[in-house]
């Protein structure tokens, strides 16, 4: 799982170059702090140290059958949670991508199952739904002048209703079989490479596309940007639509592992930890900064202390107890090592 | 040419025809606020405007007017010569018309060359559009080492800019295009002696290379050092326009002096003893 989780963080693969005794100090040392200075730096180091802590700990952590199960907990979050760096670096929020995670896939079962288009199409038609209830959120947000935060939560509640009415409340069975269900998600690792093509196409085009450019812009100076030209209002719309296919595309493939689509969950959890993933690797809320990389190694910290407390037996009752507090350390480790890095690295500077 | 008499009698007629802008008999109102009253105006190819003004003299709203952002009342604007309607300050970047704001407009967490391009990013082409950082890079170096601006790198976040390289990066981003003319709102506002001079030097080069440009400040000893000619904004009318060449800084403060009297006379103005409210 940590593997999956740093071909996705590619530049911080690499390692500081071991210095030879004597000449190499200089160059490994601006390496290191080269690599100190960038932001998911600090959260990833959290996740090897819980890594190495639950593979200490307990016998049963670091095996293929867990890697499995925690691959297939972190996918969604992942994908999700990557998509959500990019709305929050917009300056935005969208409290409704769980719900779409969890309402999307009902889209193919009636289409798929009850009125019998073929399966392809009716995870297309289901994808341009997501768009358009991602436009929903992108106008209502930027016409009307709303805070996205509340515009998502009224959708979040609204498309939750649309679910519960419906599928009159009843859980339903959505079973692929043969190649195409396999590849959507029967097999073991099919999740967590198809959230892997989610994290790495959204970041490229946050971090190396002119699209990414003006995302950056319109969170950090969103009047700036304006003047400079920047579509402000048409990126944060192109934003919404994003995260909306990616939530019901990450969903899609998710019900195709577990055959069975919930009404009775809201996706309000998935959200959270999407958002949780995101803030952790450190995306600001405050918009104009974000990074894809970090949110995905955020979902990594998350899946191993999810899976790992779980392993560890916490009882029942402390379990969330205990993951919330975990949390908060984890996002303190995040923040007091990057502060520690930049003042060591602004004296080094001086 | 002496100093021209109250409500608005700068002689649009002295407009050369060669101008490159032209303001004509702009007016412009708040509601019952009358902001500009008639105003003419005009610089030359090559020109470097300064335009002085007490607080609420109706500076902004003038910058705001040329630049797009507002549209006037009555009046009009001419371009080369042509007349032209801006609708937004886009409308009027592609007329040639470009503006530093005081907030700059800058993204402080993209890096200087980014800013650069902000808007007008250049791509590697395909339907992906990712972004041709290296050629951006090169072409933002070379072009800040041309117009004399220092910066760490062209990588560095503007976010660890100085207020004085902040400000050189952004009238190097609306020169960077061709533009006719350049307007400065109070480039100088809140700088260090140090960071002031970089400043001076940049607009200094800039005009060497035959750059148009309105500076518009409070502080008329800095514009005296910049300019070729002043106009000075009181009340929403334009009451001075002269070459720096045929006045003196002495001059220009008798002159604001002398304005400001004849205010205090007329009971516009409190005396700062307060004794004129009687």
Not at chain 1, 81 to 94: F, I, R, Y
Not at chain 1, 238 to 246: D, G, H, K, S, T
Request: net charge neutral.
């Amino acid at each position: 799982m940590v593997k999956s989780a740093t071909t996705a963080a590619g530049p911080l693969e690499a390692p500081p170059t071991p210095a030879p005794p004597t000449a190499g100090w200089v160059s490994a040392g601006r390496q290191l702090r080269r690599i100190m200075e960038r932001r998911e730096i600090a959260i990833f180091l959290v996740a090897i140290l819980l890594f190495l802590y639950f593979s200490i700990s307990t016998t049963a952590f670091a095996t293929y059958d867990n890697f499995v199960t925690l691959t297939q907990f972190l996918a969604p979050i992942a994908a999700i949670g990557a998509a959500e760096a990019v709305v929050l670096t917009t300056g935005e929020v969208d409290l409704s991508s769980g719900t779409a995670f969890i309402f999307f896939p009902f889209v193919v079962y009636y289409l798929w199952a009850n009125a019998g288009v073929p399966l392809v199409l009716a995870i297309l038609i289901s994808l341009v739904c997501a768009a358009g209830f991602g436009l929903i959120n992108g106008l209502l947000t930027t016409l009307l002048n709303l805070p996205s935060f509340v515009t998502t939560l009224g959708t979040l509640f609204a498309l939750d209703g649309v679910m519960l009415v419906t599928s009159n409340g009843v859980q339903e069975t959505l079973s692929f079989s043969g190649t195409g269900g396999s590849i959507l998600g029967g097999y073991s690792w099919s999740e967590i490479l198809w959230a892997l093509v989610c994290v790495v196409a959204i970041y490229y085009w946050l971090h190396h596309s002119r699209f990414g450019s003006h995302v950056v812009a319109t969170g950090g100076n969103l009047v700036g940007a304006a003047e400079a030209g920047v579509p402000v209002r048409r990126v944060k719309i192109w934003c919404f639509v994003m995260i909306a296919v990616v939530s019901a595309f990450i969903g899609i493939i998710d019900a195709a592992r577990i055959t069975t689509l919930d009404p009775g969950n809201d996706g309000t959890q998935e959200m959270f930890y999407a958002i949780a993933a995101a803030i952790i690797g450190g995306t600001a809320m405050t918009g104009g900064r974000g990074t894809i990389i970090g949110a995905a190694v955020g979902s990594v910290v998350l899946g191993i202390l999810f899976d790992g407390l779980y392993i560890k037996g916490i009882n029942a009752y402390y379990f969330q107890l205990v993951l919330g507090i975990a949390i908060l350390g984890a996002m303190i480790a995040n923040v007091q090592l990057r502060r520690a890095a930049v003042r060591r690295w602004k004296s080094i500077r001086r | 040419m002496s100093v021209t008499e109250h409500a608005g009698a700068a002689p649009a007629q002295s407009a050369p025809a060669d101008s490159v802008l032209r303001v004509e008999h702009v007016s412009k109102t708040f509601g019952a606020v009358v902001a500009l009253r008639d105003v003419n105006l005009y610089v030359k190819p090559g020109e470097v405007l300064g335009l002085v003004g007490d607080n609420g003299a109706g500076k902004s709203t003038l910058c705001k007017i040329i630049c797009g952002f507002h549209q006037p009342d009555s009046g009009r604007i001419l371009v080369e010569g042509k007349e032209v309607h801006f609708r937004s300050v886009q409308d009027a970047r592609r007329h040639g018309i470009d503006t530093v704001y005081q907030d700059l407009a800058l993204v402080p967490q993209l890096p200087i060359y980014a800013n650069l391009y902000l808007g007008r990013e250049e791509t590697l082409g395909g339907p992906l559009r990712l972004l041709a950082r290296s050629r951006m890079r090169r072409v933002a170096e070379d072009y800040l080492r041309a117009i004399k601006v220092q910066v760490p790198s062209v990588n560095a976040d503007v976010e660890t800019l100085s207020g004085g390289q902040r400000q050189a990066v952004a009238v190097a981003r609306a020169t960077r295009s061709q533009v006719k003319v350049l307007l400065l709102d109070e480039p100088l506002a809140a700088m260090g002696a140090r960071e002031s001079a970089l400043i001076i030097d940049l607009i200094k080069d800039l005009a060497a290379k035959g750059q148009s440009m309105i500076v518009i400040d409070h502080n008329y000893t800095h514009l005296f050092q910049l300019c070729d000619r002043l106009a000075i904004l009181q009340e929403g009318v334009i009451t001075f326009d002269r070459l720096v060449a045929d006045t003196s800084l002495h001059e220009l403060t008798e002159y604001m002096v002398s304005e400001y009297r004849r205010q205090v006379d007329t009971g516009r103005v409190e005396r700062a003893d307060g004794s004129g409210r009687h």
